[in-house]
């Protein structure tokens, strides 16, 4: 489990921007090794209640908060896996665990589990206490750089899709649809520090910070 917080901006850019980004970090930064041609497919499936409260939680800007979600990248069902994202003051914790087939299925069938490691079985106690429950699938594409120092990863999201209100996460065909005007994200995570000439790559005339969430652009069409 990863248990150090981070640092991490966000910033929309125009899809102009998407090249000259792309070229200049990659002119500098590693590729990361996981990638199909620079990039790959991420399909993610987050939970919430029936209050929506990790939804409005994120649309007030509430901290400490956490959101629950499953992931897997370029439709591969054998690696899958199981994250809790939490933000405190500004810096965000992710913890990861690895599940099977039939652990997601059950997860995906809203059955909470009790055997598993500590993050699935947080997880099921909070489904048992809070109603917490599958909600909709989330697609993008993700082109990821890296750089050692500061155990620093830049990355540009783009192609927001949504499921609606598919849950259907272990359907390799599952229909979604294009999140109208979602813009492309860069992403700039860090440990302890960002060096200067990675906060120089990164900067893209008349952006500026912001806390979009895919999700939450995906939840717009509820």
């Known amino acids: 489990l990863r248990l150090l917080y981070r640092h991490e901006w966000k910033h929309p850019v125009a899809p102009g921007d998407l090249f000259a980004l792309r070229a200049r970090l990659g002119s500098v930064l ?17 939970f919430d209640n029936l209050r929506d409260k990790a939804l409005r939680e994120k649309l007030d800007g509430v901290e400490p908060r956490e959101k629950y979600r499953l992931r897997c990248y370029n439709g591969d069902f054998s690696y899958i896996l199981l994250e809790k994202k ?39 106690r909070k489904m048992t206490l809070y109603g917490l429950r599958p909600k909709t699938v989330v697609e993008y594409t993700r082109e990821p750089f890296v750089y050692g120092p500061g155990n620093v990863r830049v990355t540009l999201d783009y192609g927001l899709r949504t499921g ?55 939840r717009a069409y509820d």
Not at 30 to 46: E, K, P, W
Request: charged share 25%.
């Open 164 to 218: 609606l209100f598919s849950t259907e996460f272990l359907r390799p065909g599952c229909p979604t649809v294009p999140v109208w005007d979602a813009p492309v994200i860069l992403e700039v995570k860090w440990d302890e520090y960002l060096p200067d000439f990675v906060r120089c790559l990164v900067q893209v005339p008349g952006t500026r910070r912001t806390a979009f969430s895919k999700y939450a652009a995906c």
């Open 30 to 46: 590693q590729r990361d090794a996981h990638t199909v041609d620079g990039r790959y497919q991420i399909r993610s499936l987050y």
């Open 86 to 124: 939490k933000k405190v003051d500004g810096l965000c914790r992710k913890t990861q665990e690895v599940l099977t087939v039939p652990q997601t299925q059950a997860l995906l069938a809203g059955v909470p589990l009790e055997e598993g490691g500590p993050l699935v079985q947080e997880l099921g």
